[in-house]
């Protein structure tokens, strides 16, 4: 809300947003390809594929949790969003430790998984978040 708005005449896409979604998807690519890596030497092609099913439901929770961080905002003070991961936890957890498991094609997961997969996608999502902020502030996002 600090910026000016940009000029009508000026694209949408600029130096900066192209430099934010390259620099998201490379790092998104490293994370996940890490997780992926990780599950087939923990447990084979199945076990990965769950790895990484979980993974990317665990990114979007620490992606947004960084950014509430980030802006000064509690973890504790949105309940809406307390209850959105709680229930997206719990039917995680519905489909990877119950028969739902047989529907979803995928298998339960030990800890050595979770000892992978927290860490990996919070420093990604960390990572991912200071990123963004400093391409922002060091590339502009319209010529003045």
Not at 80 to 103: F, I, K
């Amino acid at each position: 809300m600090n910026r000016r708005p940009r000029r009508h005449n000026e694209p949408i896409m600029n130096k900066a947003i192209y430099a934010t979604i390259a620099g998201s998807i490379f790092r998104t690519l490293i994370a996940y390809g890490l997780i992926f890596w990780a599950g087939l030497q923990l447990g084979g092609l199945i076990y990965a594929r769950t790895m990484l099913f979980t993974a990317i439901v665990l990114h979007a929770f620490t992606r947004v949790m960084v950014v509430r961080q980030l802006d000064d905002l509690s973890i504790w003070s949105n309940r809406a969003l307390l209850v959105s991961y709680a229930v997206a936890v719990g039917l995680q957890l519905l489909a990877l430790y119950t028969p739902l498991r047989d529907l979803f094609g995928v298998v339960a997961l030990d800890w050595r998984a979770w000892l992978v997969m927290v860490p990996v996608t919070a420093g990604s999502s960390f990572f991912g978040v200071h990123m963004t902020r400093w391409i922002l502030k060091l590339v502009p996002l319209w010529e003045d």
